[in-house]
């Protein structure tokens, strides 16, 4: 790996991931209110911080994981998105959803009805580059 790439890698502070199912519906969950969190009551995807000596790659698997209950597969990457976060799309998953406490509620979510949702920040823009670009 490059010195710019590990610098790059270093600076990144998350990662999220786009997980959009055959009609083109984006997975989203939403934020509590109730604890400190990134977004109170907003609507984002699966994702989280980078731990230490963990790749953006696999901190978006693991988060995932724990807080949808999903297996994610074929993650596609685009340039680091806003705020230092990696930003990862995929449509190759497999389990059943079941939140963690990190989350209220879930939807999958289509195009037609994103914009009604109360959605964290830079979310359509990503779903949208996600779209127009996989």
């Avoid at 083109?24 to 995807?45: E, M, N, S």
């Avoid at 939140?99 to 914009?115: K, R, S, Y």
């Amino acid at each position: 790996m490059t010195s710019t790439k590990l610098k790059a890698a270093h600076s990144l502070k998350g990662a999220v991931v786009v997980i959009l199912d055959g009609a083109d519906r984006v997975l989203l969950g939403k934020r509590p209110t109730d604890i400190p969190c990134w977004a109170p009551g907003k609507w984002a995807f699966p994702g989280g911080k980078i731990e230490r000596d963990e790749s953006p790659h696999d901190a978006a698997v693991r988060e995932t994981k724990e807080e949808m209950n999903l297996e994610i597969k074929n993650l596609k990457e685009h340039a680091p998105g806003p705020a230092s976060v990696a930003l990862y799309y995929t449509r190759d998953y497999e389990g059943d959803i079941q939140i963690d406490h990190e989350h209220t509620d879930w939807a999958w979510v289509g195009g037609d009805e994103i914009e009604n949702y109360d959605l964290a920040p830079d979310v359509l823009a990503m779903y949208r580059w996600v779209l127009e670009n996989e």
